[in-house]
């Protein structure tokens, strides 16, 4: 089973910049395509960014786009999420997942049921 642990989170003033880091165990890290979810104060978990397999193709929510950036370092088994010019509205719980989605990353990587893998989540805070 691959486990997931996210990193990075923590409070930072509106405009600021966070990069959360997600760390898996085992030897599987590159098969799989990764997403970052996140889950504000009395709101569901939500979609926020994606990255396929090979790190070629990349979806992002309308919320984000532009603002944050998501990569992967295979050989580190490691996944980030770099959050720039961050706003009051991204306070949220931040969830690392992973899944094969090998044929179908374009049309389901920006929903939750495709992902077999969770992390915790981290806590990300901005102040205004």
């Known amino acids: 089973q691959v486990q997931l642990v996210e990193s990075g989170g923590g409070l930072v003033q509106a405009g600021g910049s966070l990069r959360l880091s997600c760390a898996a165990s085992?030897?599987?890290?590159?098969?799989?395509?990764m997403g970052w979810f996140r889950q504000g104060p009395g709101k569901e978990r939500e979609f926020v960014a994606a990255?396929?397999?090979?790190?070629?193709?990349?979806v992002y929510a309308d919320s984000v786009k532009g603002r944050f950036t998501i990569s992967r370092d295979n050989a580190k088994n490691t996944v980030y999420l770099q959050m720039d010019s961050l706003k009051p509205e991204d306070t949220a719980v931040y969830y690392c997942?992973?899944?094969?989605?090998?044929?179908?990353?374009?049309?389901?990587?920006?929903?939750?049921?495709?992902?077999?893998?969770w992390g915790q989540g981290t806590q990300v805070t901005v102040s205004s």
């Open positions: 997942a992973g899944g094969n989605l090998n044929g179908y990353f374009g049309r389901r990587s920006a929903v939750a049921g495709p992902y077999q893998y």
């Open positions: 085992g030897r599987t890290f590159s098969s799989y395509a």
């Open positions: 990255i396929s397999w090979n790190g070629v193709s990349t």
